[in-house]
């Protein structure tokens, strides 16, 4: 079980380097030709979205852990269940913020 996660690792490590090497000399590349900085930085989400995001997915996958864990106590489901409360939540959360951000000026 060990030699697997540090087989992950090692990948994980190697590819890192690997992409941030390549991001850099591509980004040189671009610099080269005369284009400015903030090329980089078009078309990316502001933070603020993306913590909205990742706090209602976080706040519902935990409520569907919740949920399920009242449904096992009581006998309703099994523990199966858990996966589908959590992918259900986690659905419903990112149905929410997809309405959301429509709503939210830009």
Same mark, same amino acid.
């Given at each position: 079980?060990?030699?697997?996660?540090?087989?992950?690792?090692?990948?994980?490590?190697?590819?890192?380097?690997?992409?941030?090497?390549?991001?850099?000399?591509?980004?040189?590349?671009?610099?080269?030709?005369?284009?400015?900085?903030?090329?980089?930085?078009?078309?990316?989400?502001?933070?603020?979205?993306?913590? /909205?995001?990742?706090?209602? /997915?976080?706040?519902?996958?935990?409520?569907?852990?919740?949920?399920?864990?009242?449904?096992?106590?009581?006998?309703?489901?099994?523990?199966?269940?858990?996966?589908?409360?959590?992918?259900?939540?986690?659905?419903?959360? /990112?149905?929410?913020?997809?309405?959301?951000?429509?709503?939210?000026?830009?």
């Amino acid at each position: 079980m060990e030699s697997i996660f540090v087989t992950l690792i090692i990948f994980g490590f190697v590819f890192g380097v690997i992409y941030i090497n390549n991001r850099r000399k591509e980004r040189m590349s671009l610099l080269d030709k005369g284009l400015d900085g903030d090329f980089f930085e078009k078309g990316k989400t502001p933070q603020k979205i993306l913590n /909205l995001k990742y706090g209602l /997915l976080a706040i519902a996958l935990g409520g569907g852990i919740l949920i399920a864990r009242i449904f096992e106590f009581y006998g309703i489901m099994k523990e199966e269940g858990y996966f589908a409360m959590i992918f259900l939540f986690g659905g419903i959360s /990112l149905v929410i913020y997809y309405f959301l951000e429509k709503k939210m000026p830009k």
